[in-house]
């Protein structure tokens, strides 16, 4: 039987044979994660490491179920979100219309290129009693710590999937009288999602760096906080239970992103 469900067996063969093999990925990763807490969790049992200084997952699920149940843990990762998100929105927003705007000025790109390069090099951390002195020591300050750090990158990202769009594509574009929001539109915008998903997995790793860069700062609560403030008083149990949930969260960003290019891919298809 050559065909079924409109498929070539051939075709059938590829597709089970990719399905496998995701399959398998995804098992080797979770065997890995499994094997790495087993490791974790046995050496802080027989002593080989020091379960005070190190912990262990035990001891960290243990952690986060008692700030579930006896404190506000829920706020704090509330507010970690709030900052994060609010601050990896705004500068990948305001990042990819900058972007558009150098692509269509080459005089303001060539004027504010080496400016960027600057900044984007210059130590964020630096700028910190600045932006406190800026905002106030509370959650606009963390935001703008997390806008701050990603805003470049999303510039940079973007510019360069801009001006890689087919020359040739765009030269016949304008032999047949298009616009130059034509070639926008229709060329540069379209052949520039991959790059749009890249800049998009960059800049959550960005808006968490920022949050936390801001926590570690300026703040009374969020994930941060409880960081700095387990490392104090030596709860580093606290410490290894809130880079946990980091972690979570920030993976989850991650998958949602991934959701969205396999959108974008099945519409592109279409």
């Known amino acids: 039987m050559k065909k079924e ?32 807490l087993g490791i974790w969790e046995l050496f802080a049992n027989i002593g080989f490491i020091d379960p005070f200084i190190a912990s262990s997952p ?17 706020y704090h990762i509330g507010i970690t979100l709030y900052e994060t998100l609010l601050g990896f929105i ?34 964020k951390i630096a700028l910190g009693p600045i932006i406190i002195v800026w905002f106030g020591s509370g959650e606009k300050a ?23 769009a087919d020359k040739n ?21 379209p052949s520039s999602l991959p790059t749009l998903i890249s800049m998009l997995k960059i800049s959550v790793g960005m808006a968490w ?10 703040s009374r609560a ?11 008083v030596f709860k580093l149990d606290l410490v290894m ?6 972690c979570l969260l920030a993976t989850l960003m991650y998958l949602l992103v991934t959701a969205l290019e396999k959108v974008i891919i099945k519409y592109k298809t279409e």
Do not use: C
Request: charged share 15%; hydrophobic share 60%.
């Open 5 to 36: 469900l409109g498929y070539s067996y051939e075709r059938i063969k590829y597709l089970n044979a990719r399905k496998k093999d995701k399959f398998t990925v995804i098992f080797w990763r979770i065997a890995l994660l499994v094997l790495l």
């Open 58 to 74: 035990s001891r960290v699920i243990a952690t986060i179920k008692n700030l579930l149940i006896n404190d506000n843990f829920l």
């Open 90 to 123: 705004i500068a990948v927003g305001l990042g990819y219309v900058v972007a558009l705007l150098l692509w269509w000025s080459e005089k303001i790109r060539n004027i504010l290129e080496p400016y960027i390069v600057v900044l984007n090099s210059l130590p």
């Open 142 to 164: 963390i935001i703008f710590m997390a806008f701050i750090i990603g805003i470049i990158v999303a510039i940079m990202t973007m510019l360069n999937g801009f001006l890689a």
């Open 169 to 189: 594509k765009m030269l016949l574009l304008r032999s047949f009288g298009a616009s130059k929001w034509q070639i926008l539109t229709k060329l540069v915008i």
């Open 209 to 218: 760096i920022g949050s936390i860069m801001g926590e570690y700062l300026v």
């Open 222 to 232: 969020g994930l941060g906080y409880l960081i700095v403030y387990g490392g104090q």
């Open 241 to 246: 239970a809130s880079t946990v949930v980091l």
